[in-house]
Nanobody, 128 residues
Framework: VQLQASGGGLVQPGDSLRLSCATS????????IGWFRQAPGKEREGVSC????????YYSDSVKGRFTISTDNAKGTMHLQMNDLKPEDTAVYYC??????????????????????WGKGTLVTVSS
């Protein structure tokens, strides 16, 4: 099982970025997915998560309305479209998947570091 996040970079406030996570070794459609981030000196937090059996998508309050999570199950990729980026969005972003069935919000708020598989992070820096 492999996950590889990409797409990070240095952008200015108000800019957009699209993160991608390429996966292999498993069927993405069988797993819950999530994007997480860890800012310097802070704990990892859940940004957006989707359960495979839950029509609801979880977004943290800090990104709601600006970020959009999506998947391309045929290609085994997941994405995080980030619009109107703010300096407080600066962090290393990680993609992760989990085989256990929980609600979408549970992965992002409770499961967190317990997710089954993680990709290496990609750094997003928002600065003027």
């Amino acid at each position: 099982v492999q996950l590889q996040a990409s797409g990070g970079g240095l952008v200015q406030p108000g800019d957009s970025l699209r993160l991608s996570c390429a996966t292999s070794g498993f069927t993405l459609d069988d797993y819950a997915i999530g994007w997480f981030r860890q800012a310097p000196g802070k704990e990892r937090e859940g940004v957006s998560c989707i359960s495979r059996n839950d029509d609801n998508i979880y977004y943290s309050d800090s990104v709601k309305g600006r970020f959009t999570i999506s998947t391309d199950n045929a290609k085994g990729t997941m994405h995080l479209q980030m619009n109107d980026l703010k300096p407080e969005d600066t962090a290393v972003y990680y993609c992760a998947v989990d085989a256990i069935n929980y609600s979408s919000d549970y992965y992002c708020t409770r499961r967190l570091n317990g997710m089954d598989y993680w990709g290496k992070g990609t750094l997003v820096t928002v600065s003027s």
